[in-house]
């Protein structure tokens, strides 16, 4: 693919220089970065008198309030608009590099993807699209442009933080923009919002910087994207505003993720807390501990004409004025998208692996304990077939094997312990007697932390382990057969893994070419067929996928939900659960078909019933017991 | 501009055969290196142009040592022999009708001024070409050529100034009939002028420029006043759907035009009277104006006149930039107040204006543009690479004349415009005849070029230059380009509802293989790009056979049918087989 070059990227600590010199200077270190593509950076106020001037804005305010009374929507804007002031960003650069410094080992950042980074924002409009792992990735990125001297970037955050005292302030001056979480269908609100956002593309003046994932993953693997953000940032170009746009996507990953037993507690019902001010500062305690090091990868800038080319007309908007308030039509749906998945594929390749996420893999499949020696052969094991599918490790190569995996492991001393030999999941102490429930509880954070870690690892061995359990499934060895089974599969994990629409016979073929690259199948023009030398590959790759499809695996009679059992509970982790309940909707995979085989996957067709939704699991619904009651689930479009 | 006399059957003597205009006129380098406009036709005409070596060899990435010299003369013996029938040819004879099949006739007639065009017959190839040429001297003559046509089959091409831009002159390549081009020229009289209507009547072979001048010995004008209106006849004007520098006063050609007669295969149209405005179902003139020679041959137009105008006077305005030039303009049109002309030219074609100044005769003068210079970019804080500048014509009695100007000029000081002089406004119009025979110099030195246009929505219009522009830049450097084109634009029209923009495109080709195929691909990109941004097809150069690919799109299937049946039964053998158009 030619958006992701598979050279090796030269990472680069940011951190070391800190260690050496001054924070104070290094906040007050002349900051010019090159001019962009635009005019030069209205000021904040300009930029809103643009946005409430604004045809758009105009005829939404008339059609929603029958007036032209544009106080209203001067307020939303007031209320979300960021404030960028170089002094802030100075300061926040103070303390970041404190902060930063203390948390973690190294901050490593490809200075190559700065360098195309550098060169995109001088051609066109940037739309930095990190993926959102951790609160610590919201302002990473405007420390690294300032250290780099790059334009700091126009940043989309969830309006809770705006609430925190000062630290909300301080986050809208150094960039932040603020946006509703439920914004519903509420006209004005959006009128404001997109054309706020399409403004500052338009102008160019700053890149924009937006979570397509929509939110914070936690369970640390990709989320199907959020379109709300992704229209607005697109519209520009579709609508001709802007010659074309630089889509950039950054893979942020950590050894170790601060709010990594938070986000277990989250999945397991603890409701998250509110973001105040005093919670973080109550949360110091989290920066006496070692975090190890974050990855920043900068990706290859995607142009968006390029993706555009052939696959959406343009010249859609030549008949109505391109202010009118509209939805996007189906075609620009589909684009965006194809779009917006593909940049979340992109952020996973470029996704910097750990040790840990692999023998995390391992340490999940053994739930009960195993020996370190196994777990060691097996984590190097591993790791040549990652390295053959693609991944991209951080895998010190002048340090020996098993010091590298024992001191990754040792970071995750409140997952798993190695004591005599042996690994073991760490259970949560508390007040003896347990019930079982609360037995179960104290084990599943351990366990969901390590599924976290192994899901940040996972997309390197979906494709394949789809083809090696479709192969499985099929008789024979007909690759035909097997791609309709591998079809089925990419259908029903529509929400779990993220695929770019309309692009099976590719992810297909990724997948194949995975395989192969493993010895562990050989293809002929229309035959697919396992190894002798490699069948453990195969089992072990159809072993990964197993959980989930288990937990898909709901087989039952009427309206019962049936078996949910200890062992499923634990091995579950599916970041977005489903919920799985006995309803009138009978299951329909997404393209209305069902599976070629009645036992394909195991799954009992046409007995299956549940429902599919977008929406996060709500806070309580995840216990052992079957969940019940219905949720409507309104999708949130950011 | 000084006279001559094209409306001579052998125009070939005094044009060029391989070039745009009067064989006499033509920009080269001198030993010195000095830009000169040879010849003394023009107000550029024998002067030296100190800076047009620098600019040329910046803006392309050129080196005046790097020749592509032009085949001298036209080989005849490259010409295919002509496929004649003959008893049409003897018919003619007895008809009185003036014919040739002399090659060199021929091939001046095979070709319209797109680049493909020019460049084939610089390397001295030449194509097919038509076998014989008529000369009608009025309209019953064309009738009956028409009639003879249809009787042996014959293909007519109608041909009046030759100017065309789209491929329209080019004889199909699929056309095995005996193809004749229809020479209009001789048809070149005012037969009558009416001065209670204001209305002249005209034969529709008569070149612009005779016309203008004809009847501004009466005192009158039609005001029409295209770029090219030294060389493009009034038929021409009606079968492309002309527009005029001066539309907004006198309007383009569908304004002008109150009667047209025009000979089809099916007989004579023309409508029973001369009222200025009709409810007769679809305007038939409708059909005519712009069918490109594929239905008939306009022989005689009634249009408009006006008493020529007390006064003229030129003006220009510097913006700081583009986008503050076009708000003005837009404001301009919005007040309805556009003087007779309102040209914007970005900043690149300000430039390149400058590299044609001509040696200042005295030290004052260059002094003087030294402080005005000073005076925009130091003083005002202009951008010497932001700003633009647009030129103005106003005309009108001399009172209202300096009123309009006011009115024009504080609308432009609103967007930051300053003042610039009437004599950067004439350069700016003078540039527009001579501009085309820069291209002819270009090709001396590889350098290719061309110019198109399109006619787009106000609120677009500053959307569509920037990409159609970037477009170029980018499309030429992915096909191998080595030095960025010159790819500039300038909003040459203004309408309530939107504007004219006109392109001039041009980059050095040495080191491409085919340089005509990469120059045709990017004017493809660069036109899929003007209609993605919601820009026209064509505003007034036509379609002819260059952008028929896009027809269906610009007018839909039910609109395509339409002509397509008028054109069906008006020519059902085809026999105005040019192949434009539809």
Redesign the interface.
Known sequence: MQEFSMTKPSFVDILEERRRGSDISHALRAFSPPPGCGAPPPSPSALNKMVLESQHLRYVVLEVRGHSEGGEAAALLDEMSQNLQVTFIRLLGFALSKIFTRLFRRIQVNEDGLARLQQATQEHPVILMPNHRSYVDFLVLSYIMFTYDLSIPVIAAGIPLMGMSLIGEIFRRSGAFFIRRAIGSDKLYWAVLSEYVRTIVRTGFAPVEFYVEGLRSRTLKSLTPKMGMMHMVLEPFLKGEVYDLSLVPVSISYDRVLEESLLAHELLGVPKPRETTRGLLKARRVLEQDYGSMHVYFGNPVSVRELAKGRIGRGQYNLVPRDLPGRPSEESQAFASAAAHRVVRLQERGTVLSPWSLTALLVLQRPDGTRWDLLARDTLWLRGIALQLGARLDWPADLPDLEVMSSSMALHRSVVRCEEGCVWLVEEAGPEPVTQEEGVFRRASAVLMCASYRNQALHVFTRPAMVAVAMGTVPGHSQEDIYRHFCFLRDLFANEFVFVPGCGPQDFEEGCSGLQQCGAVSATDHELKPTEEERDTIVFLSAILEPFIETYQVTGDNCTLLYFSLRNCLSFFPSHFREIFPNSTRYTLPGGYLPPTPTCCKLQCPNIYFRQSHCRIHPGSCSPTPLCGPQVATSSPI | ITSHHITDSKPQDIMKWNGWGYSDSRFLFNKKGQGEFTGKRYRLSGMILPSLKDWFEATFGTSLQHKTPATPTLNVSAVPPPNLVEPFVEELKVAGVAASHDPEGRVFRSHGHCLHEIFALREGRIGRVPDLVVWPNCHNDVVKIVELACKYNVCLMPYGGGTSVSSALECPLEETRSVVSLDTSQMNRILWIDEKNLTVHVEAGIIGQDLERQLNESGYCTGHEPDSMEFSSLGGWVATRASGMKKNIYGNIEDLVVHIKMVTPRGVIEKSCQGPRMSTGPDIHHFIMGSEGTLGVVTEVTMKIRPLPEYQKYGSIVFPNFQQGVSCLREVARQRCAPASIRLMDNEQFQFGHALKPQVSSIFTSFLDGLKKFYITKFKGFEPHHLCVATLLFEGDREKVLQHEKQVYDIAAKFGGLAAGEDNGQRGYMLTFVIAYLRDLGMDYYVIGESFETSVPW??VL??C??VK??IVRECKERGVQFPPFSTCRVTQTYDAGACVYFYFAFNYRGLADPLHVYERVEHEAREEI????GSLSHHHGVGKLRKEWMREAVSTVGLGMLQSVKEYVDPNNIFGNRNLL
């Open positions: 609120d677009r959307d569509l920037r990409n970037e477009r209609l993605a941004n919601g």
